[in-house]
T-cell receptor
Framework: AQSVSQHNHHVILSEAASLELGCNYS??????LFWYVQYPGQHLQLLLK??????LVKGIKGFEAEFIKSKFSFNLRKPSVQWSDTAEYFC????????????FGAGTRLFVKA | DARVTQTPRHKVTEMGQEVTMRCQPI?????VFWYRQTMMQGLELLAY????????DSGMPKDRFSAEMPDATLATLKIQPSEPRDSAVYFC???????????FGPGTRLTVL
């Protein structure tokens, strides 16, 4: 069955530390890839997305993600986190199965210590 | 700045009661999604519509849940009868296309006692 795995459920970092959140999916066909962020008490909003082209995509607030097709991965990175990055991060994959189906990962809660 | 709106934001009800949640998608978006978020299950897709037609509701318990789009500006999710296990945050999202970015509403926090 198709699935999206986020390896870390909770991550705690100090400010200025580098961040990498893993995301892997299980589907061999065409995909669109997304990272969403949910700040405390707020709704989910788009951080970045990949449809095609350059596999390294840049999003808002200094985030970037790299699509590695051979590894079925779309990891999220940020060189230096800030306290305001404390949030929950969701990887999502839209599968082209004839129709389109979006699957969200379980989410990673990031806490950044000031 | 166009946004998805949801009402009510919070709902507390007793087991067995009917619950109706409403969503107004962003004008011009032709795809609407309903999700349920719990600590245990994370974010689950319940149903989605394109051009007001239901495309997939396989994630929804059919015996008690129903989702409709009476018109392009309103999507509803009903639970009848509600059960304590339905307690969750229910999000509506809309998008310009099924495979594109989804814009989420603020959610309805449902508590069933």
């Amino acid at each position: 069955a198709q699935s999206v795995s986020q390896h870390n459920h909770h991550v705690i970092l100090s400010e200025a530390a580098s961040l990498e959140l893993g995301c892997n999916y299980s589907y061999g066909g065409t995909v669109n890839l997304f990272w969403y962020v949910q700040y405390p008490g707020q709704h989910l909003q788009l951080l970045l997305k990949y449809f095609s082209g350059d596999p390294l995509v840049k999003g808002i607030k200094g985030f970037e993600a790299e699509f590695i097709k051979s590894k079925f991965s779309f990891n999220l990175r940020k060189p230096s986190v800030q306290w305001s990055d404390t949030a929950e991060y969701f990887c999502a994959v839209t599968l082209d199965t004839g129709g389109f189906k979006t699957i969200f990962g379980a989410g990673t809660r990031l806490f950044v210590k000031a | 700045d166009a946004r998805v709106t949801q009402t009510p934001r919070h709902k507390v009800t007793e087991m067995g009661q009917e619950v109706t949640m409403r969503c107004q998608p962003i004008l011009g978006h032709n795809t609407v999604f309903w999700y349920r978020q719990t600590m245990m299950q994370g974010l689950e897709l319940l149903a989605y519509f394109r051009n007001r037609a239901p495309l997939d509701d396989s994630g929804m318990p059919k015996d008690r849940f129903s989702a409709e789009m009476p018109d392009a500006t309103l999507a509803t999710l009903k639970i009848q009868p509600s059960e304590p296990r339905d307690s969750a945050v229910y999000f509506c999202a809309s998008g310009p296309r099924t495979k594109d970015t989804q814009y989420f509403g603020p959610g309805t926090r449902l508590t069933v006692l």
